[in-house]
Nanobody, 125 residues
Framework: QVQLVESGGGLVQTGGSLKLSCAAS????????MAWFRQAPGKEREFVAS????????KYGDSVKGRFTASRDNAKNTIFLEMNSLKPEDTAVFYC??????????????????WGQGTQVTVSS
């Protein structure tokens, strides 16, 4: 089992940057496929990015490609989401998620067993 705690959210102006972190408990962090999702008020939870167990094989949602970068540090049990060129439509609660499965559909919420509590990102216009 793994517990996830996000941090780094906040208020930023359009065009600004933020870097989110997600710290995981447990000694087998490298066994988990990790992802970021977000959820805006009144909308469904949306896939943002995912990253493979070895830090490679990153994937991104269409709305964030070229602006967001996912990374992980297995030695520190942490994943990151660097967000640049932020837009008001990026405003949402951002969640990190972990999956012990293989061959998963990386962008589906149902494939992830563990979730953090979320961190709010607000982009002002």
């Amino acid at each position: 089992q793994v517990q996830l705690v996000e941090s780094g959210g906040g208020l930023v102006q359009t065009g600004g940057s933020l870097k989110l972190s997600c710290a995981a408990s447990g000694r087998t962090f490298s066994h988990y496929y990790m992802a970021w999702f977000r959820q805006a008020p009144g909308k469904e939870r949306e896939f943002v990015a995912s990253i493979g167990r070895n830090g490679r094989n990153t994937k991104y949602g269409d709305s964030v490609k070229g602006r967001f970068t996912a990374s992980r540090d297995n030695a520190k049990n942490t994943i990151f989401l660097e967000m640049n060129s932020l837009k008001p439509e990026d405003t949402a609660v951002f969640y990190c998620a972990a999956s012990a499965q293989y061959g998963l559909a990386y962008s589906s919420t149902t494939d992830y067993e563990y979730w953090g509590q979320g961190t709010q990102v607000t982009v002002s216009s």
